[in-house]
T-cell receptor
């Protein structure tokens, strides 16, 4: 069965510092991996995805994520955090090894950027 | 509008009543998902429709929950005999299909069971 874990409920970073939000996954085949963001009182928005190819993928708002197959991780990163990045972030996975498989989400990580 | 729409946006009901939540996906999207989010927490998978295939109902928490998708478009999530623990935001998402297509989420329906 597929699963995804976000080990940190909350990440606190000072504005201008680099940020990392962690995600690990478990699938039977190869994964499709996604990051979504939920700003306060707004719907979930797609940030970026890994399908195949380059392990470093770039997405919206200056975010990027690195796929690491040996560590089964897909951590979200940004070189310089902004206060406006404060939001709830979700990692999601689909198992390519299972036909018609669903996308499941992690428990979410609340990112707080202090001025 | 071109996005996913959900109705109602808010629903307050009494314990024991039945409720129906509606989702209109983006035209042309063959995949449709229902999730539940409690108090700004994680997304709990409920059910997944893909084209004409049998839906994946593995996330439905009890037999009080059911969903259907008519004509490959609109979906209705029904909760019978609601309980207070059913209170949550119910989110619908659609995508082009299987594979690496990202999901587009609706604004959600906030359900409160008194």
């Amino acid at each position: 069965a597929q699963s995804v874990a976000q080990p940190e409920d909350q990440v606190n970073v000072a504005e201008g510092n680099p940020l990392t939000v962690k995600c690990t996954y478990s699938v039977s085949g190869n994964p499709y991996l996604f990051w979504y963001v939920q700003y306060p009182n707004r719907g979930l928005q797609f940030l970026l995805k890994y399908i195949t190819g380059d392990n470093l993928v770039k997405g919206s708002y200056g975010f990027e994520a690195e796929f690491n197959k040996s560590q089964t991780s897909f951590h979200l990163k940004k070189p310089s955090a902004l206060v406006s990045d404060s939001a709830l972030y979700f990692c999601a996975v689909r198992d390519m090894g299972s036909s018609a498989s669903k996308i499941i989400f992690g428990s979410g990580t609340r990112l707080s950027i202090r001025p | 509008g071109a996005g996913v729409s959900q109705s109602p946006s808010n629903k307050v009901t009494e314990k024991g009543k039945d409720v129906e939540l509606r989702c209109d996906p983006i035209s042309g999207h063959t995949a449709l998902y229902w999730y539940r989010q409690s108090l700004g927490q994680g997304l709990e998978f409920l059910i997944y429709f893909q084209g004409n295939s049998a839906p994946d109902k593995s996330g439905l928490p009890s037999d009080r929950f059911s969903a259907e998708r008519t004509g490959g478009s609109v979906s209705t999530l029904t909760i019978q005999r609601t309980q207070q623990e059913d209170s949550a935001v119910y989110l619908c998402a659609s995508s082009f299909g299987q594979g690496g297509f990202e999901q587009f989420f609706g604004p959600g329906t906030r359900l409160t069971v008194l």
